[in-house]
């Protein structure tokens, strides 16, 4: 039997990039997956992968995770196909970068509600289902952004710290509950997330492209930088039986970047 046997996984931004291979990942470990995804064709592609892959059951639902009505629909379109909701892994999320005195309240905001705002909404509106089976997995993707300073991405940043302190107040909130939150925080990514800095970021500082992204993986001690499967690896476990003692954690997926 596989781990995550007759459990049913909701991904959000599972269309590409770590999303989906955290999506195809739980469903390798036995999971029915649900990709809700603000792109409809992106979440196809990643559930038609899925079910080819892994022989398990995908639902594509076009979702924008900022909006109530769309988050509500990602519950009750999940319950009426599989009837439970057993992991729930908020890894949409948006980067944007701006220097310091730049910043304007439309960027704070949009970067903020996608990514800290809308973990918890989404965790709201499944977490009534976990504590009717009293059990549930929430895992939230931050970054390592969220523990260091970071002067051309400061609002990104506050977003991740946020998801970072919310997972622990979740976590100690529902963990009588039967219910675990936690959280994965990835450093350098080989993402187009990742390629979106180097030209932007690199760019506004006179780099060539990919010269930032060199600069970068020349501060990882582990040499290289990390594979989305490297992310989903961590998850998998997390929300695994072998992650049942662990709540409240945020988890670095640094290549030894970030220790703390």
């Known amino acids: 039997m596989a781990e995550l046997d007759g459990q049913v996984a909701i991904v959000t931004g599972a269309g590409r990039g770590i999303g989906r291979a955290i999506a195809l990942e739980l469903a390798q470990l036995g999971a029915d997956v649900v990709v809700a995804e603000l792109e409809q064709a992106a979440a196809a592609r990643t559930v038609a992968e899925l079910e080819e892959l892994t022989g398990q059951r995908g639902l594509a639902v076009r979702a924008d995770v900022t909006n109530g009505e769309d988050r509500q629909t990602i519950v009750e379109e999940t319950l009426q196909k599989f009837g439970r909701i057993d992991i729930l892994v908020n890894n949409a999320g948006i980067y944007r970068t701006m220097a310091l ?33 009293k059990r549930g997995v929430i895992v939230n ?120």
Not at 103 to 116: G, R
Request: with cysteine; proline share 4%; glycine share 10%.
């Open 101 to 133: 005195l730049d910043i304007t309240e439309e960027h704070w905001d949009e970067v903020l509600d996608v990514n800290a705002k809308a973990v918890l909404m989404c965790a709201q509106a499944v977490l009534p289902s976990m504590q009717a089976a």
């Open 141 to 260: 993707l931050a970054s390592m952004a969220g523990k260091v300073p970071s002067p051309t991405g400061l609002v990104y940043a506050v977003s991740k710290a946020a998801v970072i302190s919310m997972t622990r107040s979740l976590a100690a909130g529902f963990a009588a509950e039967g219910i675990r939150v936690n959280c994965v925080c990835p450093g350098f990514i080989d993402t187009d997330m990742f390629t979106q800095l180097d030209r932007e970021l690199g760019g506004r500082l006179g780099k060539q492209p990919g010269e930032l992204t060199r600069e970068r993986v020349a501060t990882v001690p582990m040499g290289r930088m990390g594979q989305a499967q490297d992310v989903a690896n961590v998850v998998g476990f997390l929300v695994s039986s072998k992650g049942a003692y662990m709540t409240g954690q945020a988890v670095n997926v640094t290549g030894g970047l970030v220790m703390y």
